[in-house]
């Protein structure tokens, strides 16, 4: 492991930099520097750091997981460990966490009590009592992160690639898995602990809705190539590459490039895919309220859960990973919206766990996932919606027209793309009653439901002469299902990969999935500005390996929530009616204009 210095290439087969090796006493680890800026914590602040810890509920779980048969005994405890962490993450500007500085904070700048509290030992205000107080704290931690490491293999050196097979083939897979949710669990419990304070705000204000995404950040190691027949000094990491366009290569068409044109590469890192879940309710967006107040019943978009992985792998299962884990944590599911790399995902992987949940997905589509995509009973599947088998095809085919080139004869422009849409919904099933246990839901004709006319349903027929006559497509073996029948039943693995309950591109639509998707993207930007937290920085988390990322990452996340609260606590009004920060409010788009190409412009006054 690493803390305050920079990587450095080791020769293949080279044992780790572990405390009290000899070049590791060699560096005093900024002694100096730390010393001369030391600040003493009040016994205030102390004790609020171990309110946090105590809400985070870890500290005796992990005592436990580390517990010592043999030896002597740890010279500090988890407990005072996760305190000097908490401390350190909130002095620094960016919520990072430097175990040179965890050192000096829990042997030199908390009051005496709290250091007996924490049965950490008197040492001599020097370079030798700072080296063998900090191999202390590198060895507790060290001994947390390999109690959680769902990986084998040894971070700090360059493995050969048998090497690598060596590891995994010893390697207990269940015990792997065990590290990987205990990991899981105590991280989130960190970022839970800084939502503390809204707690309440939590319970009334939001219906458990959220954005999931996964944004790239860097770890403290460099790459190493595909080509190369050895690993990287942080070998659970890999290459993020992002395009020079900066388009998404799912949902947005390119145009083509001019010949012999080579595609480059705008953005290259190694580390980890960082899947955050956002908590936001999308039913409303902030009232201006008086005297630049903010609104004191909508809140700050806030990060509920997390986890890492390599770049790429597995989005579907890491994600229904952090929403496992938000559920067991007690908050309520409601609307998820996530981007195409999600909906991509095996069913088994992403969409039927994430309905079983109880998570309602609002999805965009790629180009050939657009129409007409599956059918049961006759009824269609069109852009995740269950719609009546006679729907007039320029509806089915909408958003594949307005998606066509503007040059195509059968191209149509945002207006008719709007209009066809809202046309839909008349040929939408309509759900009967709720879906049982088991996720199988019964849907009802439209004929049926009263909202079109339909020869093949005769009791529908003259009841209401505004409704639309449905023509039915003749058929050699006669009508389908839903034709015959009332109703349908449809399980929760039919049409699941696609499926949404709310029609693609409708008003209701639109504000759910605009403001989750904005949501967590605006997180990911506020998490990862270099003049607060800087996430995607792999010098703010200076030790490799994805446990260790993991846990120094969570108090990043906490760091950016408890921002984010203390910023919307001051928009709130005070004593004399007026906030402490003006609230910032944007001009949002009319609901209803959101095509797939932008929004409709309204006419100029």
Known sequence: MTDTIGPTPSPVGSEPDEPGDAAHAARDHGWGIIREDRVQFSDLRVRRAAEFVEKCGIADE????????????????VQGLLVGMTLCSRRNGNGAVFFNQVTDILHWAIPEDWRHRFKVPERPDNITGFEAAYAVVRRLFGAIVRALDPSPLPKNKRLTLNQVKAYFAGADPELLQEHRE?????????????????????????????????????????????????????PDAGYYVREGDHRDPDLTPSAPRPRGRRRTTSKTLWGYDATLAVARN???????MPGGCGDPEVLPALTVGFILDKPGHSPGPNGIAVLEDIRRRGHPAGDLAADAAYNNSKPEDWQVPLRKLGYRPTYDYRIDQLGKIDSIHGANQIEGTWYCPSMPTNLVDATIDHRRNPDDPKAIDQETWRARIDARTQFALAPKGKPNDNGRQRYMCPATAGRVQCPLKQDSLGTNPSLRE??????????????????????????????????????????????????????????????????EHGGNRRIRGIAAQTLLLAF???HVNERKINAWLATLPGPDGKPHRRARHKTRKPRGSWTPTGHITPPAA
Not at 64 to 73: E, Q, W
Not at 192 to 220: N, R
């Open 556 to 558: 990043q996340l906490a």
């Open 62 to 77: 992990l005592q436990a997981m580390i517990a010592k048969t043999t030896g002597r005994p740890r010279l500090c405890t």
């Open 182 to 234: 205990a990991l899981t669990r105590i991280s989130n419990r960190v970022v839970q602990a800084s939502l503390a304070s809204v707690e309440q705000h939590l319970t009334t204000l939001w219906d458990g809705s959220v954005g999931v995404d996964a944004t790239p950040i860097e770890t403290f190691a460099r790459g190493v190539s595909a080509k190369r027949d050895y690993t990287s000094t942080d």
């Open 282 to 288: 999308p039913h409303r967006d902030p009232r201006p």
């Open 470 to 535: 449905v023509d039915p497509f003749p058929s050699p073996v006669g009508p389908p299902k839903i034709c015959e029948q009332t109703s349908i039943s449809v399980n929760i693995e039919d049409g699941a990969k696609h499926w949404q309950p709310r029609p693609y591109g409708s008003p209701e639509w639109q504000d759910i999935y605009g403001r989750l998707r904005n949501t967590v993207e605006g997180m990911n930007g506020y998490a990862k500005a270099d003049a607060y937290e800087g996430i």
